[in-house]
């Protein structure tokens, strides 16, 4: 897939990442983002919250004007207002998980369901009682910091260095202050207290060929409020999140089934990648254009060939030890994110996609425990 580009903006610039800073410290002018990651998150997104949805999404250089900028083909995705808008919502949320596991190295993302959003018994992500917006998209995490994060997109036209943010990003930083992430410190409906965490606005405004329009990303860092977490408490907090993370990504995969003990392997096919890939064995599924297809490598092979494009027909799956390590109930560690060749791509979560040639099929394995 291409690498494409578009205007960087970032507020304050100090929240730019590292790798990617100017002499100075400054941010860069273009961000550039590989389709083949958003393709990844893209899937990760919809297995974790719309695991029996098509996963149609991921497939995303048809949409594309050719060349290097990520400029969407005449107006953009969809017909009128409010399937653009639609659109705009569901890519603008592909782009900001993207744009946070590749240039924030956030392994990790929990999707906040509900106005109370329970971690566990000892720890929730909660509206402030006079907070009027929607609860935020996502607590994210990486090993020794947590966030709450919002993802926008926009179809809309409008300038980005503008005399104020545009409206978009004051609707995500307000949808972050309006939460508060707290601990349970005892029995009783009064005895949380509130801890401050990382937060993250980031909006993806649409480039189009017709009219012709920029693309632009724009990130923002707002406060939370509360007492800094201290590094036991973000420790267990970012174990809570990567557990979460594995266990919805598995659950859509169908590598885990729920029973009386507890979350348990069923069927699923394996692969590997070849003897340049460090990461072993990876269980998941044969994903398409058509959605998820119940087939081997073997049929998938053969469907892969039938089409005009090939490269199309991709094995998504989870490394075997990311699982390993959920089942036995230890501490989940991030892998090293990587590519292998044009259309392959492993997250640092241990999520892998790639073309379907590009496997070795090593069977299914039905282990229960």
């Known amino acids: 897939m291409t690498v494409r580009r578009q205007r960087y903006v970032v507020i304050p610039p100090s929240a730019c990442p590292l790798a990617i800073q100017l002499p100075g410290g400054h941010p860069p002018a273009e961000i550039e983002l590989d389709m083949a990651d958003v393709a990844r998150c893209a899937l990760a997104e919809m297995f974790q919250t719309a695991p029996h949805s098509a996963s149609t999404f991921a497939f995303l250089e048809d949409l594309l004007a050719p060349g290097t900028a990520l400029t969407w083909l005449e107006s953009g995705p969809g017909r009128g207002a409010e399937m653009r808008r639609s659109f705009s919502g569901m890519f603008g949320r592909f782009f900001a998980r993207a744009y946070l596991q590749v240039h924030h190295d956030y392994s990790w993302f929990s999707a906040i369901d509900g106005n109370s959003f329970h971690l566990s018994p000892s720890w929730r992500v909660t509206r402030k009682p006079d907070a009027k917006t929607?609860?935020?998209?996502?607590?994210?995490?990486?090993?020794?910091?947590?966030?709450?994060?919002?993802?926008?997109?926009?179809?809309?036209?409008?300038?980005a260095l503008g005399v104020t943010h545009p409206g978009p990003i004051k609707t995500a930083a307000g949808q972050i202050e309006g939460v508060v992430v707290q601990k349970r410190l005892g029995a009783g409906r009064f005895n949380w207290t509130n801890k401050k965490v990382k937060g993250w606005a980031v909006m993806s405004r649409w480039g189009l060929t017709s009219p012709p329009r920029a693309p632009y990303l724009f990130a923002l860092d707002p406060d939370t409020d509360g007492e800094p977490l201290q590094p036991a408490e973000a420790e267990e907090l970012v174990e809570l999140v990567a557990r979460g993370h594995v266990e919805q990504l598995a659950s859509g995969l169908g590598l885990l089934k729920a029973s009386e003990q507890g979350f348990i392997r069923t069927t699923r096919l394996r692969v590997r990648l070849g003897d340049d890939d460090p990461g072993g064995v990876y269980a998941g599924v044969v994903v398409s254009p058509f959605g998820v297809l119940n087939i081997d490598v073997a049929a998938a092979r053969q469907v892969a060939a039938l089409l005009p494009d090939p490269e199309v027909v991709q094995f998504l799956g989870l490394e075997e030890r990311v699982l390993d390590d959920y089942l036995a109930g230890g501490p989940i560690s991030p892998v090293k994110r990587r590519a292998l060749g044009e259309r392959t791509t492993i997250g640092n979560d241990g999520l892998m996609l790639a073309s379907i040639k590009q496997t070795v099929e090593l069977g299914t394995d039905s282990a229960t425990s």
């Open 134 to 159: 929607e609860m935020p998209d996502w607590v994210c995490a990486r090993p020794g910091e947590l966030a709450i994060a919002e993802a926008k997109g926009s179809h809309q036209s409008g300038n």
